[in-house]
């Protein structure tokens, strides 16, 4: 006997005990049976089965479960719904726990392997391998469950241990026995327990079969007669079925024809009716079939909705449901403008990439609208498997379309608004990457016939618009981005959203709420005070929800005294919203040694970010604080290193960095702060901080900087903009490559704040402080 030591997953099965030489199906739902496949799917496909001594107990320990099992291979995993997993095993081997290992997440044992050796077949051996199959050839004349010719398999079987094995897994035995005969190790004496429960079970089966002829015999005539009256009504529900599916498969006809199906769907939809009239009633493959043919049959194979022409039609639309937006409401309208002059153009693939809150999700509903088509939308956060995308095969019991297929029945029209929200969030597993099934989606060139696993037949989507959203383009892989149109939706102005709130926000907020128009009236202050210390983001989705707490609140009083009218100011917003959650860094208004004002972006839209450097007598340490990002450690370092470089030019005195300690310290520290952005502003402050000249208290800086000094281009210049005009920052340096980002700053911020732009160090230093540098 062969003895393997071997670590492996441990899965406890309930009710159920499996032997070599045994294939088997069952189903898994418990979390840590799921982690034990998953662990086995990655090593080798190996797992170790044993039974639970008590099948009721939910969640075993060690205790609850018997030491000897079965070494098995998983042939298939299958998810159903409802997170259930059924798999397909086979028995390999027999093994016994020795240690195990581990019990969370999931259980690992190291098993003791007992394979079985080739024994020598004597005239012992020879007898009592006669006598089990004498035994299973009598037990299968007492059961009619089990088939006939299974016997034929049983004698060609050569060996003890495989023969026990083989013949145990027909039979309809306890828990305990079973168990009893798969702790058989030995083959001989396996094959001794097999016959004496084979010898007690077919005496059982005999006294049933006794017992059931006597209880036959004393039927008397009028229960006969009942047989007989329900075997007639059976009968007649039969011929009166035949019957339905003979005007379903006509019903079937005319759904075909209606639905003006291409030349392959028609072909496979009518073989699919010749299969459903073969079959019988009770057949479960017609169930299948049926269900098959209503997804064929409701797509929306040849329907189309007609597109708006009026180009100045679809722009009111446009303007009036969302503000600002020119970038995606000019793309739109090109794509209009084309398609009005080729009608055969290829729908283009929109992602629209921004924070949260700015209306991504909203403005392809808009667009839907303004183009006068069917708008549908599913959600990829979170999708990881590949047949959410493709669908499953219907070789698998409970198969359906992916979410592709299932958008386009519900949109009803071959040429919808498709928006698949939150692109940037999928994952993946051993089940599939879901961002490549739909890289044939969002290819114009292969959308046309794509090919869903469960219908096995194309599907036209290049008339579809599609349109995805993202937080940001980082988590998309490239070869799907590369087949997307990017158009960033950033993040709002205070002027932009103080119109939102005043056309879009507060009239439905007032509604919702079951005000009168005239009830409530908001001052344009108080609105910009909602927006700057009770909201921080670049869209205005907390904004709403503010508004609509003040309109909540505003009820109340309007509930009490319906004649009251109420007016939200700046000095009773505080009554409705309680205290300011934020506040924006203002400029100090008196220069400073060592402070610098920089500018950050963050995910609710530009922030002023200042900087403080203070030195001391020591012996040349550099101390950063503040919660820094490991980039943003990088630049101080790299700021350091060029302070030092340089020194001379600046009148440092060349041996600072010997006796003297630097703390570079960014306040807010418990807000994580990362990005090289804030290269400049560090040296700047390093600068000033050992030279003793002062930094312009008026000035804020942002751009990445490199040893010899050069100032590198940086994002968000828009929104780190807006910080700065909030803090009263009157002039901003940003590097030279940032030139061309200027377009995008609104006109009114651009003319009351100067933009210096720097291709060096030696230039910003220049502009910051104060005295000759």
Not at 45 to 54: A, E, M, R
Not at 99 to 104: A, H, M, P
Not at 321 to 332: A, P, T
Request: proline fraction near 4%; include cysteine.
């Amino acid at each position: 006997m062969n003895s393997n030591k071997n670590i492996l997953p441990l899965l406890p099965l309930r009710g159920m005990t499996i032997f070599p030489h045994m294939v088997l199906h069952f189903d898994v739902g418990r979390q840590k049976s799921i982690l034990a496949l998953e662990e086995a799917m990655v090593n080798d496909q190996k797992i170790f089965l044993v039974s639970q001594k008590d099948y009721k107990v939910d969640n075993p320990a060690v205790e609850d479960i018997y030491k000897i099992g079965t070494v098995s291979k998983i042939k298939q995993i299958l998810k159903l719904p409802g997170d259930t997993i059924r798999v397909l095993v086979e028995g390999l081997y027999r093994a016994e726990i020795k240690e195990v290992l581990k019990e969370e997440p999931y259980f690992q044992s190291e098993v003791i392997l007992h394979e079985e050796e080739e024994i020598e077949i004597t005239v012992e051996v020879e007898a009592i391998m006669r006598q089990v199959i004498a035994g299973f050839e009598e037990y299968i004349n007492q059961n009619n469950t089990i088939p006939d010719d299974v016997i034929s398999t049983i004698e060609d079987i050569k060996e003890p241990g495989k023969l026990g094995d083989i013949i145990t897994s027909y039979l309809m035995l306890k828990q305990e026995q079973k168990q009893e005969l798969l702790e058989a190790v030995d083959q001989i004496d396996r094959l001794n327990k097999l016959l004496e429960i084979l010898s007690r079970e077919i005496d059982i089966l005999k006294i049933e079969k006794k017992i059931g002829s006597k209880v036959k015999r004393k039927i008397d005539k009028m229960q006969k007669e009942y047989y007989l009256r329900e075997q007639l009504k059976v009968i007649q529900e039969e011929l009166g079925d035949r019957d339905g599916i003979q005007a379903e498969v006509e019903e079937y006809k005319k759904k075909i024809d209606k639905a003006k199906l291409p030349k392959e769907a028609k072909e496979k939809a009518l073989y699919e009716i010749s299969r459903l009239e073969k079959l019988g009633v009770s057949s479960p493959e017609s169930g299948v079939i049926r269900t098959y043919l209503d997804w064929v049959v409701d797509l929306p194979w040849s329907k189309e909705t007609k597109d708006v022409d009026d180009i100045n039609k679809v722009s009111e639309v446009l303007e009036k449901e969302h503000f600002g937006l020119k970038d995606v409401k000019e793309r739109i309208l090109e794509y209009l403008a084309v398609r009005k002059l080729n009608k055969n153009m290829k729908g283009p693939i929109l992602c629209l990439v921004g924070p949260p809150g700015v209306g991504k999700t909203s403005i392809a509903r808009s667009i839907a609208n303004a183009m006068g088509r069917k708008f549908v939308r599913i959600s990829l956060g979170g999708v990881r498997d590949e047949a959410e995308i493709r669908g499953h095969r219907k070789t698998y019991i409970g198969a359906i379309p992916g979410r592709i297929i299932y958008g386009m029945k519900q949109a009803t029209s071959k040429n919808p608004v498709f928006l698949m929200d939150e692109i940037d969030k999928m994952s993946s597993d051993f089940k599939g990457d879901p961002a490549d099934a739909l890289l044939e989606v969002l290819d114009a060139e292969q959308n046309s016939t794509f090919r869903d696993h469960y219908l096995e037949l194309p599907f036209d989507l290049s008339k579809v618009l599609f349109i995805t959203t993202a937080n940001s383009v980082d988590t998309i892989p490239r070869p799907l981005l590369d087949r997307m149109e990017i158009i960033e939706v950033s993040g709002y102005t205070d002027e932009e959203k103080i119109n939102i709130c005043k056309n879009y926000l507060i009239p439905r907020q007032v509604k919702e709420n079951g005000l009168k128009k005239d009830c409530v009236l908001f001052s344009d202050k108080s609105i910009k005070d909602v927006i700057n210390l009770y909201t921080r983001e670049s869209g205005v989705r907390n904004l709403e929800r503010k508004i609509g707490s003040i309109c909540r609140k505003a009820a109340i009083e309007v509930a009490k005294n319906p004649e009251k009218k109420i007016k939200i100011t700046q000095q009773n917003l505080t009554k409705y919203l309680g205290t300011p959650r934020y506040k924006y860094e203002e400029k100090s208004g008196k220069d400073q040694i060592g402070v610098v004002m920089g500018l950050a972006w963050t995910a609710y839209g530009g922030d002023t970010l200042p900087v403080e450097v203070a030195v001391m007598t020591g012996t040349g340490k550099l101390e950063l604080t503040g919660k820094l990002g490991d980039v943003m450690k990088e630049s101080a370092r790299a700021g350091y290193s060029y302070v030092r470089a340089c020194s001379k030019m600046y009148g440092i005195d060349e041996e600072f960095y010997k006796n003297t300690d630097i703390h570079i310290h960014v306040p807010e520290g418990a807000v994580p702060k990362d990005g090289p952005s804030a290269g400049v502003t560090m040296i700047t402050a390093m600068v000033s901080a050992l030279s003793k000249k002062p930094v312009r208290s008026d000035i804020a800086m942002t751009g990445e900087i490199t040893l010899t000094g050069r100032v590198l281009a940086i994002g968000g210049v828009k929104e780190k903009a807006l910080a700065a005009y909030r803090a009263g920052i009157n002039t901003i340096i940003l590097p030279e490559e940032n030139r061309k980002d200027i377009d995008k700053i609104p006109d009114n911020i651009r003319k009351k704040i100067k933009f210096i732009f720097a291709e060096k160090v030696e230039q910003v230093l220049e502009v910051a402080l104060k005295g000759e540098v």
